[in-house]
């Protein structure tokens, strides 16, 4: 099993829609990170969460600590979020705060 | 400023020969870290840098290697390639090692290996 884990693999949506994309860990971990990656490769770090709630414009994340497990939310959808969405968390059994354990990613899609 | 710049942005090798793909770090960070990216395996952790020092190392084979110089930079290097370590590299920086410090990624190194 993953340590990370995602869902959906696979998102559409109308823009203007509420969108969330959740994230499972089975570790404990310093910090959670969510990374959006548009096509063509380069990632772009969205947020990094150790606890409570994160807001950028229409861009929320939250995390829960004791139940492991982390949501980012889009309000109000748009095209130009279609991208991969993946979460990341920095576990306590790795030697170094910098290495991140991945989930597989959710591939956002969001229809005019 | 400046962002993470990886260098080049697209290599193709053949199978047995080597490559070096560069990360120059944004000014003042002086954390690396390198990622492989596959779409059987996703994004996994390569190696961490810091002031020169390897940090921490993920699984990966010893063909697999990487330094940083003084000014941040860092170079990774892979020695007899084979078809599986087509991929894209990933490079990112930060101002330091350890918690509560955000992530730069650059655009990547998009290796094919024939």
């Known amino acids: 099993k993953n340590e990370v884990e995602q869902s959906p693999q696979n998102l559409t949506a109308q823009e203007g829609e509420f969108i969330t994309i959740n994230c499972s860990y089975s570790v404990g971990i310093s910090a959670l990170h969510w990374l959006q990656q548009h096509p063509g490769g380069g990632i772009v770090s969205l947020f990094m969460l150790s606890s409570g709630k994160k807001k950028h414009g229409r861009l929320i994340a939250t995390i829960n600590i004791q139940e492991k497990h982390s949501s980012l939310h889009i309000t109000a959808s748009h095209p130009r979020d279609s991208a991969v969405y993946i979460c990341?968390?920095?576990?306590?059994?790795?030697?170094?705060?910098?290495?991140?354990?991945f989930g597989s990613g959710t591939q956002l899609t969001v229809l005019p | 400023k400046a962002g993470v710049t990886q260098t080049p942005r697209y290599l193709i090798k053949t199978r047995g020969q080597q490559v070096t793909l560069s990360c120059s770090p944004i000014s003042g960070h002086r954390s690396v870290s390198w990622y492989q990216q596959t779409p059987g395996q996703g994004l996994q952790f390569l190696f961490e840098?810091?002031?020169?020092?390897?940090?921490n190392k993920g699984n990966f084979p010893g063909r697999f290697s990487g330094r940083q110089f003084s000014n941040s930079r860092s170079e990774m290097n892979v020695s007899t390639l084979e078809l599986g370590d087509s991929a894209l590299y990933l490079c990112?920086?930060?101002?330091?090692?350890?918690?509560?410090?955000?992530?730069?990624f650059g655009s990547g190194t998009r290796l094919t290996v024939v």
């Open positions: 990112a920086s930060s101002l330091a090692t350890g918690d509560f410090y955000g992530y730069t």
């Open positions: 990341a968390v920095n576990p306590f059994s790795s030697g170094s705060a910098r290495q991140l354990t």
């Open positions: 840098y810091f002031s020169e020092t390897q940090r």
